[in-house]
């Protein structure tokens, strides 16, 4: 029965991300072929070039640990607020939070495209300041699409858990001479820190791996290491590159969220606080 | 996550605006039409309902239909099948085209559209037999196709017309017996410059990477294309376009990285909108955009500028190609035949923009479409002209264009 349970999930995660992730491990010591793609091999050369050209990885890192931590610095008091002060207007709230997204993600961030080029930001800061603007391009036109489009996905999580914030926690840290500060530091922050890592992890991997927002707002000249597994499958047809870059990157995430899992819940495991 | 990032490729190709897709897209005034523009809700789009062909015009034979009662090509000997599936880039077909296949040989053409050779390889492979009868690469990425087995050699003596083709576009280097495509039409990849805001004359490679470190850095962009990129610093050297070797490509990349930090974007989907609003006002692309832009209706952009280098430029063809799983080989060659046709190809090249590969279309062409230099590259200037092959598994090009992407 309980092997029943599991059983379509189960297949679903052999059929959609065990497989596919064998292949690409496979595919990781091949060549490309004359003309393009995959042929069969057993080679390292694909894991031995991979380090020559680090830099779109470290652009990538640089990018989504500031677009995290962006997004807990905007996303908490927000949360905070909604959870404990917004009282009727809650609901109304959560629902406008959610509207962006009936809109096409690739909409809203071509919107910006608009915004912050020749008819907008760029080319009003051009006008007033007598001197070319090009914020759109530069990795912080990156870092604002970023923030813009992932913030709800670090709302929802810090929401749910100040939500479930036991008043009379905090009742009881006031009546124990505690000011407000430091209940808000040692009584809610160390509640609401599932939320944070939850929210930390949906915003961080996909951050990680984000393509399309730098290909339209970096105008092509901002290279994450999405653009780079692009220009690897599409541009130089070069499968196993490609695949080398996506086996690498796959373990780098697995050990670092992990590490950080592991290093924020630390001391947590008793309180029987769960992660995810 | 893999699964995502494909997800995320594939809307991003079917939100991209080729450089044809760009014929459609350069009207666009508002914020709303461009949107719209950008996000199709997919990439197919059917020909319009049409009476069978079965009621219209008594089945499969063409010459029960009011058959090429205007052309002069005449109808096929063979039958025909009810239908015929073309895939193809994105408003890169006529639709008086359309109309006159139904109306010559009754039978209806299902079009959809892709956004970029590789898209179309993807689905190729990953679609199953028999989608499609008729594809449009570009002519080096037939060759990449044909190897793989997706083309089927051509039947010369079902293509009559084929002797109307301009022999410069006949045996290229991709296909030296023209086993397999039809040239569609052609163009050029050169200097495009907004003439109000360059003053001064742009004639050459020179002059382009002077221009783009000097006195228009910042304003300066070139296509998201390697094979296009390459030819600037290469034939600025004297190199040739193919080249592979290590010496002259290790000079192309310091000549590349040293114009990097002067562009204002590296874009082949918006920089016609770029022109527009001056955020650029040079750059290094298809000839296509140079003739929209001095068409545009609101006359604001008629000091567009087009320039062939005199080091010399490659120039492209686009293709028909027979897939080799066709479902409708006799429709197909109909079809492959009457493209050829003069009177076609003049509402090809003028829906287009682009400039026919045949001869006696050229003839049949408005004169100030024919005499433009941003469609038809003067005679004088034709020498400049070679045929770039597909180099994308040159793993030091690859190298060096990583580079440049990354800055």
């Given amino acids: ?276 | 996550m893999d699964e995502a990032l494909r997800q995320y490729q594939q809307d991003l190709l079917k939100a991209q605006i080729s450089r044809r897709r760009f014929m459609a897209g350069a009207a666009m005034a508002s914020v709303a039409a461009f949107l719209a523009a950008c996000a199709p809700p997919s990439g197919a789009a059917s020909a319009p309902p049409q009476p069978s062909p079965s009621t219209a015009s008594g089945g499969a034979s063409p010459s029960s239909g009011p058959a090429a009662s205007a052309a002069p090509t005449p109808a096929p000997s063979y039958q025909l099948e009810q239908g015929m599936l073309l895939y193809n880039w994105s408003d890169y077909f006529s639709p008086d085209n359309l109309t006159a296949f139904q109306k010559d040989f009754g039978v209806p053409i299902t079009q959809t559209t892709y956004a970029s050779n590789e898209e179309m390889l993807a689905k190729l492979q990953a679609g199953g037999k028999g989608q499609y009868d008729i594809a449009v690469p570009t002519a080096e990425f037939s060759a990449t196709l044909a190897k793989g087995g997706f083309l089927q050699k051509l039947d010369k003596s079902r293509l009559p017309n084929l002797q109307l083709v301009d022999k410069r576009f006949l045996t290229l280097p991709f296909d030296p017996n023209d086993d397999y495509i039809v040239p569609k039409d052609w163009g050029t990849t050169g200097i495009i410059y907004r003439g109000n805001k360059v003053t001064t004359p742009v004639t050459s490679w020179k002059d382009f990477f002077d221009l783009a470190k000097g006195k228009l850095s910042g304003k300066v962009f070139v296509v998201d294309s390697p094979g296009d990129v390459f030819v600037a610093p290469l034939r600025l050297h004297g190199f040739d376009v193919n080249t592979t070797d290590k010496d002259q490509l290790e000079t192309a990349r310091v000549e590349l990285m040293a114009l990097r930090p002067h562009l204002q974007s590296i874009d082949s989907d918006n920089y016609p909108t770029t022109l527009q609003k001056e955020a650029a006002v040079m750059g290094l692309a298809w000839n296509g955009t140079a003739y929209v832009l001095q068409t545009d209706p609101s006359g604001k952009y008629k000091d567009t500028g087009w320039t062939v280098p005199t080091e010399g430029t490659i120039y492209w063809t686009d293709t028909w190609v027979l897939l080799a799983d066709a479902p409708n080989p006799n429709a197909a060659y109909a079809f492959l035949n009457w493209i050829q046709d003069p009177k076609q190809q003049v509402a090809e090249s003028l829906y287009a923009g682009y400039a026919s590969c045949n001869d006696a279309a050229k003839t049949q062409l408005p004169t100030d479409f024919v005499n433009n230099p941003a469609v038809y590259v003067p005679d004088a200037d034709l020498s400049l002209l070679q045929v770039a092959t597909d180099q994308s598994g040159n793993q030091q090009r690859a190298d060096i264009w990583a580079e440049f992407k990354q800055g």
């Fill in chain 1, 1 to 276: 029965m309980t092997g029943l349970l599991v059983l379509p999930a189960g297949l679903w995660y052999l059929i959609l991300l065990v497989l596919p992730l064998a292949i690409v491990v496979i595919y990781s010591f091949g060549v490309r072929g004359t003309d393009g793609g995959y042929t069969p091999a057993l080679v390292l050369e694909n894991y031995n070039r991979l380090f020559a050209r680090p830099d779109p990885f470290i652009l990538s890192l640089e990018i989504a640990i500031a677009g995290t931590l962006l997004c807990v610095l905007i996303g908490f008091p927000l949360a905070y607020y909604l959870a404990t002060r917004a009282g009727r207007r809650k609901s109304l709230l959560l629902v406008l939070l959610v509207i962006p997204f009936w809109t096409s993600f690739l909409i809203r961030t071509i919107a910006w495209l608009i915004i912050l080029g020749p008819d907008g930001l760029d080319g009003f800061m051009t006008n007033l300041l007598g001197q070319d603007v090009a914020f759109l391009g530069s990795p912080w036109s990156i870092l604002l699409g970023i923030v813009y489009n992932y913030l709800p996905l670090m709302i929802f999580p810090l929401y749910v858990t100040l939500e479930r914030l036991d008043q009379t926690l905090l009742e009881a840290s006031k009546d124990l001479g505690a000011a407000r500060w430091a209940t808000f530091r040692q009584v809610t922050l160390p509640i609401a820190a599932p939320g944070v890592i939850t929210g930390s992890i949906l915003v961080f991997i996909p951050l990680m791996g984000e393509y399309v927002i730098p290909s339209i707002l970096g105008l092509g000249k901002v290279f994450l290491i999405g653009n780079v597994l692009q220009l690897d499958f599409l541009g130089s047809r070069n499968w196993p590159a490609g695949s080398a870059k996506a086996v690498v990157l796959i373990a780098i995430m697995l050990i670092s969220v992990t590490f950080y899992v592991w290093t924020t819940s630390r001391g947590r495991a008793g309180r029987d606080v769960s992660v995810l």
